[in-house]
């Protein structure tokens, strides 16, 4: 047996799972803007523009959280 077993970290997992979250709620907030982008009425129209703005906040998160998970996968490769 060898004296070192070699695991992903935690760390990782939680990296992932994350990730996961956040990605579902970018399906949740990009499916809400397509819908009051189709509207007629001014106030879903200024919506649309804000649930824009945070699914692009949630694009920048997912890619740091895909930079942080590639940096723990190499850290932990041979």
């Not at 077993?5 to 499916?31: F, H, W």
């Not at 009051?36 to 824009?52: G, I, N, Q, Y």
């Amino acid at each position: 047996m060898p004296l070192f077993r070699r695991r992903r970290p935690k760390n990782l997992a939680q990296l992932v799972a994350r990730r996961d979250q956040l990605a579902a709620e970018l399906g949740a907030i990009d499916a809400d803007a397509a819908w009051t982008a189709a509207s007629d009425d001014p106030m879903e129209l200024a919506d649309s523009a804000s649930l824009r703005r945070q699914a692009d906040a949630l694009r920048r998160s997912i890619a740091d959280l895909d930079d942080a998970i590639a940096a723990e996968i190499s850290r932990n490769d041979p």
